[in-house]
């Protein structure tokens, strides 16, 4: 029989909040590892309940947060793995549990940070931690029966974490498997250069040029990271680094079914706000800018046609700017098609692309029209 939940003690402080912890948990959804140490060089606590995460892919909110169970769910929401290893070799400690009888392993709803924490110690029962470790060696889909019904440490409202929970075949959509992991030797090259520049400077291992002696001590967990091409192209295309864009597609980027945000407007919080795939995120940034530059990087990648917008727009629909629309329907998308509201693209974008679309009709029905003119005799 499973250890019930009571047996673990709590290790976490009372909930109040620090200026500092408030300014890490900041950092922290920037992705700004320098912050996030200076952070908890001026105190901030990474044992406080005090913080909340509001996810993108999850029901509710999530309150009651320490910065390292934090630092867990911004890892998961964004597919890699990062700064939880910052928070447990800066202090943060692995057999956490908080005041609702949480272990990490309960805020771990992605694969990378599952594997990271059952690796490297985080509490489950005896005999319980090598099965959880096959079960995420078997592809997407299958399950793994667990010795003797253990559904491990279960929380205060007697849930057990999310990788047990699908193996029992309860219904948490929310759990996620890494689609295209970028090779360890290939990531300094492949990330942000002001993030690998960081996190050669903090101490990450297996890092080019990284400053030697900089992690934690000797029995905490490695400082490390791990990236998915599939969510590491959206920084790449924001920062318009078309050879990153070209590599990370090349190790199958398009494979995943990311959704990105984007907001027409980056200064106005009322500005429209775009979700959209990679290749949709790419035809908005060579909107933003003026000029096709990326979206010319996904041929052979991916399918132009269809929808790109979670509100089934096609690139049509998300090319704002004229230049880019008049690209795309050079290379054959039809105008023609509509989006969730049934729009077609010429009812939905602004006058300057409405007139490109308008003048590419025309031309397209002027050579039929010459045509016959030219097949009739003179009298």
């Not at 047996?7 to 590892?33: G, K, M, W, Y």
């Not at 009888?101 to 110690?121: K, M």
């Not at 030797?185 to 996190?199: G, N, R, Y």
């Not at 727009?313 to 004229?322: F, G, K, M, N, Y």
Request: proline share 7%; glycine share 8%.
């Amino acid at each position: 029989m499973p250890k019930p939940h009571h047996t673990l003690s709590q290790t976490t402080s009372v909930p109040f909040e620090t200026a500092e912890t408030d300014a890490l948990r900041h950092a922290i959804e920037r992705r700004d590892i320098a912050g996030a140490e200076t952070c908890l060089t001026d105190g901030a606590h990474t044992d406080l309940e005090c913080l909340s995460f509001i996810p993108e892919i999850h029901n509710d909110d999530v309150d009651g947060l320490t910065a390292t169970s934090f630092a867990a769910l911004a890892d998961c929401s964004r597919g890699e793995l990062l700064f939880l290893p910052l928070m447990l070799n800066r202090g943060g400690n692995i057999h956490q549990v908080d005041s609702r009888g949480r272990t990490l392993l309960h805020f771990a709803w992605h694969e990378v940070v599952a594997r990271y924490l059952l690796e490297h110690g985080a509490p489950v029962p005896d005999g319980l931690r090598a099965p959880l470790l096959e079960a995420l060696d078997l592809p997407a889909g299958e399950t793994l029966a667990l010795p003797g019904g253990n559904r491990g440490y279960l929380d205060a409202d007697g849930h057990p974490v999310p990788l047990v929970r699908i193996l029992c075949g309860e219904d948490y959509p929310w759990f996620e498997r890494t689609r295209c992991p970028v090779p360890a030797e290939l990531a300094s090259d492949l990330v942000s250069p002001s993030l690998a520049s960081a996190m050669a400077e903090a101490g990450y291992t297996c890092w080019p040029g990284h400053r030697a002696g900089a992690g934690g001590a000797q029995d905490t967990p490695p400082l490390v990271a791990r990236f998915d091409a599939s969510v590491e192209i959206e920084h790449a295309l924001r920062e318009r680094d078309t050879p990153r864009v070209d590599r990370l597609l090349k190790l199958g980027a398009m494979a995943g079914s990311h959704w990105f945000s984007f907001a027409a407007d980056v200064d106005d919080v009322e500005s429209e706000l775009f979700e959209v795939d990679a290749l949709g995120l790419a035809v908005l940034m060579d909107c933003r800018f003026g000029e096709v530059l990326l979206t010319p990087l996904f041929e052979g990648f991916a399918d132009f046609e269809g929808p790109h917008g979670e509100g089934d727009e096609t690139l049509l629909h998300l090319a704002v700017d004229p230049c880019v629309c008049k690209w795309l329907l050079a290379r054959g998308l039809s105008p023609d098609d509509v989006d969730a509201n049934g729009s077609t693209p010429a009812e939905t974008l602004p006058s300057a692309c409405k007139a490109v679309i308008d003048q590419w009709q025309l031309d397209r029905a002027l050579p039929a029209a010459t045509g016959e003119g030219r097949g009739s005799k003179r009298l």
